[in-house]
């Protein structure tokens, strides 16, 4: 009853990891090489080989028996891979084990033993070492060792002295191997492999005795990797070189994307300058930049406005000698100080108005010439800065034109921050460098 219930229990767990083994998602592979990689972790596993009672830890004159015969095996194991260097296995193994002894002694004489295994079944834990390539994702070669824990059925028939034939029983027993793996393809892989198998009985052989016996298998196998296909095996991958190789493309990555954002950059300068340019020239030659001029086009050496726009009564130019006192220069001095814009703007603020007005009126009233100049700090961009500058000093001369002064006689320029009159570094330093300078001549 108790070998029924042991074996049923067996055959449902054996029937549950297929269940699992076969109910596998196809998992999508995402083509991207910055993605969650997907792996084959499940595999089956098919071998034969030798099993004999001789093994490292009992030479031929040591245990019940001393002459090993060596006898056909055949195995499986079901495993699934856990991390690139562990996975779990259940293994599978029958046989039989066979092993003789002679000796001069007539009692002793010649004697043999035949143990058959029924059937076993183990867990193993499945240690893959060496799997460190630094060039290669997907190792060739893979050396590992197995230890773990199993339960098997097996009856012994022999002759010796002191010895019974068995009938068909269950033990516990520890398996502990090592081999290697050739990964022929992504998939399949070549398994040698040795295995000693320490039983927790010392009746293996049919002949009772204080020590455990053990008996070992020598095996090549096939192994299938279970999964999407074109996918590696977990156990075979390489997670150093796979990062050295994601590395090396994201550089690459952010490589091609700087390049593109530089000269994005670049294309965006160039616009900037010729746009400003073209709307700071003055292409009729009338005083006025393109910017500001509303009658685009006017005949050379004509009379304009502040808007560029012929006057209707030109104002004569009268040619004299120029005097000017310390009177005048405190109306101007007195408007530089009053003038305001707005914050980042080129428009004048009503407050500065009747400064400018005397401003003007003393232009018309004397006939002088006048310079503007407009000034910034180093905030921003130099483009910025030199726009700002000319738009401010243009204002203020459109301004002093739509009061009455001669606009042939104002000439408009703008410096940005190429001439400052103190330290950008500080607060201080840089409000006074943002100005418009007023020079009469």
């Known amino acids: ?41 499940w595999s089956i596993g098919l071998n034969g080989g030798m099993l004999t009672h001789y093994t490292p830890f009992n030479s031929r004159s040591n245990g019940d028996f001393n002459v090993p015969y060596e006898q056909w095996g055949y195995g499986g194991y079901i495993k699934k891979q856990i991390l690139p260097g562990f996975g779990i296995q259940a293994d599978f193994l029958a046989g039989k084990v066979e092993g003789g002894r002679t000796g001069n002694n007539t009692t002793i004489g010649n004697t043999r033993f035949t143990s058959t295994i029924d059937w076993s079944a183990a867990v193993s834990g499945n240690f893959t ?31 010796a002295p002191g010895g019974s034939n068995t009938a068909f029983r269950e033990n516990w027993f520890v398996p502990i191997g090592a081999g290697f793996k050739f990964g022929v393809s992504k998939g399949v892989n070549i398994d040698l492999g040795y295995t000693v198998n320490f039983m927790k009985d010392g009746n293996f052989d049919g002949v009772p005795s204080q020590a455990n016996d053990r008996f070992s298998y020598a095996h090549a196998g096939i192994e299938i990797a ?83 726009c012929p006057l209707k009564t030109p104002v004569p130019v009268i040619r004299e000698k120029i005097i000017v006192t310390e009177a005048d220069r405190k109306v101007v001095d007195e408007a530089i100080r009053n003038l305001e814009f707005d914050l980042g703007k080129a428009t004048i603020r ?26 910034t700090d180093n905030s921003g961009s130099m483009a910025l800065n030199l ?40 607060a201080d330093g840089r409000q006074k460098n943002r100005r418009v300078e007023f020079s009469l001549f």
């Open 129 to 159: 070492i060496a799997n460190m390539s630094l060039n290669q994702k997907r190792n060739i070669l893979s050396p590992y060792l197995t230890a773990g824990a199993g339960y098997m059925s097996s009856s012994a028939n022999t002759d």
């Open 387 to 426: 726009r700002l500058s000319k738009d401010r000093a243009e204002s203020v001369k459109a301004y002093l034109v739509s009061q009455g002064a001669n606009a042939s006689r104002i000439e408009a320029t703008g410096y940005g921050p190429n001439q400052p009159i103190a330290s950008n570094k500080t």
């Open 1 to 41: 009853m108790k070998t029924n219930f042991t074996k049923a229990a067996m055959v449902l767990s054996l029937v549950g990891l297929s269940s699992q083994l076969f109910a596998q998602d196809d998992a999508k592979d995402a083509g991207d090489r910055f993605s969650k990689k997907d792996f084959r972790t």
């Open 350 to 375: 009503s407050t500065s108005n009747a400064t400018l007005d005397r401003v003007a009126a003393l232009l018309v009233e004397k006939n002088f010439s006048l310079k503007l100049a407009g000034h």
């Open 226 to 308: 279970l999964g999407r296909k074109g996918t590696s095996q977990l156990q075979n991958f390489s997670a150093i070189a796979a990062l050295r190789e994601a590395s090396a493309a994201e550089s690459a990555e952010l490589k091609r994307q700087l390049a593109m954002s530089e000269e994005a950059a670049r294309r965006d300068r160039e616009a900037t300058a010729a746009k400003y340019a073209q709307e700071m020239g003055d292409d009729d030659a009338d005083g006025v930049a393109n910017k500001f001029d509303k009658c685009p086009g006017t005949v050379a050496n004509t009379v304009v406005d502040g808007a560029g």
